[in-house]
């Protein structure tokens, strides 16, 4: 699985949002008829996106690096302990989509985008992100700049 590319995406007449098949042919075969979105954990104004399964396997990753090999049980049984994978799965949704791909975006992630016309559908390998269109272009023009300065770096010093 390897989400790619950066798409506008328009909303449809009534609201909807397309995930388009190149992004629909990247969830799990037996997985197609739905995916997950969240809120990211550290950045305003970003939903995550990813399939099912994807979702849970980062969530499993999360409790073992978060939390230790007994994170988990400590989780299940001490109502008090903080669960990062909790954290984030409590603000997730699982969202169904249509044969065609369209999707309704629920309103908690339309308001966080300040979706108006259209969002921003960004690959990034193992998931995917939803973003305000002029969002995503501020952020891709300062990422730029920090991968130019790390392929520079990549000289080992040579001149």
Same mark, same amino acid.
């Given at each position: ?8 995406? @328009?909303?449809? @007449?009534?609201? +909807? ?10 969830? /799990?075969?037996?997985? +197609?008829?739905?995916?997950? =979105?969240?809120?990211?954990?550290n950045l305003p104004g =970003?939903?995550? *996106?990813?399939? +099912? =399964? ?5 969530? %499993? ?6 939390? &230790? /090999? ?13 669960? /990062? #994978?909790?954290?984030?799965? #409590? ?7 249509? /044969? ?17 016309? *259209?969002? !921003?559908?960004? &690959?990034?390998?193992? @998931? ?12 891709? %023009? &300062?990422?730029?700049? @920090? !991968? #130019?300065?790390?392929?520079? &770096? =990549? ?5």
């Amino acid at each position: 699985m390897a989400f790619r590319s950066e798409i506008l995406i @328009k909303l449809d @007449k009534k609201g +909807r949002v397309l995930l388009p098949a190149a992004f629909r042919d990247e969830l /799990p075969a037996d997985d +197609r008829g739905a995916f997950v =979105l969240y809120h990211s954990p550290n950045l305003p104004g =970003l939903v995550n *996106g990813n399939s +099912r =399964l994807g979702f849970d396997a980062m969530l %499993d990753r999360l409790r073992l690096e978060a939390l &230790g /090999p007994k994170g988990s049980l400590k989780v299940a049984l001490d109502d008090e302990a903080f669960d /990062p #994978a909790g954290y984030l799965s #409590a603000s997730a949704r699982t969202i169904p989509m249509e /044969p065609d791909g369209r999707f309704s975006l629920p309103t908690d992630f339309s308001a966080i985008l300040d979706v108006t016309d *259209g969002v !921003m559908l960004v &690959g990034k390998g193992d @998931k995917f992100q939803l973003w305000n269109p002029a969002r995503w272009q501020a952020r891709r %023009d &300062g990422d730029r700049d @920090k !991968m #130019a300065a790390f392929v520079r &770096g =990549l000289s080992g010093g040579e001149a």
